[in-house]
């Protein structure tokens, strides 16, 4: 029988998790076996960098914590997982698109995103969606292309007003 001690802790784990899926947009389960030691050490500074966090917890206190929350996950969490927790959306899910090209042995197997369960279709497609920068880069570029387009119509117009002012 396990002491209150273990217990206390396994309650403690299980409000962590909880805690970190109530502050998160995007929760991702991730196989990471076949990995090294430096790769984990690598993906989880790459994830630092938009704000993101890799955890390894026992799926039993997952389970526990997932139940809290009303999501069923159970069929995707055999073997050992690390479970990403996110407060935005792309950013995390690019990075680790991104890594799992570079190493195979890294495998997305579900997500839950905007309080919902997604698949890696879903995901996929969020990670060929462009940047915030890329994005606003796009949107001003449309933009610009008005400001030509009136311009030249402008410019054009003078013309016709100084060629029809000097007959």
């Known amino acids: ?10 309650e403690a784990t299980v409000k962590e998790i ?3 899926l109530d502050s998160s947009k995007t929760f991702l389960l991730l196989n990471y076996q076949g990995l090294t030691v430096s790769e984990i050490r690598e993906l989880r500074q790459s994830l630092r960098e938009v704000n993101s966090d890799i955890k390894v917890y026992k799926n039993t206190l997952m389970n526990l914590a997932l139940k809290n929350k009303n999501i069923e996950l159970t069929d995707y969490m ?3 997982n690390a479970y990403l927790f996110s407060e935005s959306i792309i950013e ?3 990075v680790v698109s991104k890594f799992a090209k570079d190493h195979p042995a890294l495998e997305v197997r579900v997500g839950y995103i905007d309080n919902e369960v997604v698949d890696t279709t879903v995901i996929n497609k969020y990670a060929t969606i462009p940047s915030m920068e890329g994005l606003l880069t ?3 570029g449309g933009l610009m292309e008005h400001v030509r387009n009136l311009s030249i119509g402008l410019n054009l117009y003078a013309e016709k007003l100084e060629e029809g002012g000097n007959n």
């Open 18 to 20: 909880t805690d970190k």
């Open 138 to 140: 796009m949107f001003a």
């Open 92 to 94: 995390p899910i690019k």
């Open 1 to 10: 029988m396990a002491s209150k001690e273990i217990l206390k802790q396994k």
């Open 78 to 80: 055999q073997g050992p």
